[in-house]
């Protein structure tokens, strides 16, 4: 009988005996799971970036106010994101001490 069958039947602390047994013999499991998570949320991250620029499309690449240094009648079109305040565009700048 598989052990989550077991669970009902009170079960419960010695399939969490087995578990932790497991784990500790086996540590790489952890890093197994962990992966696969990390797989999982990017997946999901990955999904909801390329929804929000589909969502986004039109203010983002046909936008009449952003502006256009080089050919403005090109066929193509690069889009920038920039953190002006994050640690990569503050970095070149010495931080002013009041």
């Known amino acids: ?4 069958a077991r669970a ?5 602390e010695e399939i969490e005996t087995l578990v932790c047994e497991a784990i500790v013999e086996r540590p ?6 962990v992966g696969q998570l990390q797989h999982a949320e990017e997946a999901a991250q990955a999904i909801s970036t390329h929804a929000a620029l589909a969502a986004n499309r039109g203010s983002l690449f046909n ?9 403005s009648g ?15 565009a ?8 009041v």
Request: charge should be negative; hydrophobic fraction near 40%.
């Open 1 to 4: 009988m598989p052990l989550i």
């Open 8 to 12: 009902g039947e009170g079960g419960g």
């Open 28 to 33: 790489a499991i952890l890093l197994r799971t």
């Open 63 to 71: 936008d009449p106010n952003a502006p256009v240094p080089g050919n």
């Open 74 to 88: 090109g066929d193509v079109t690069v889009v920038e994101f920039f953190d002006c305040n994050g640690p990569l």
């Open 90 to 97: 503050v970095a070149p700048w010495p931080r002013f001490r």
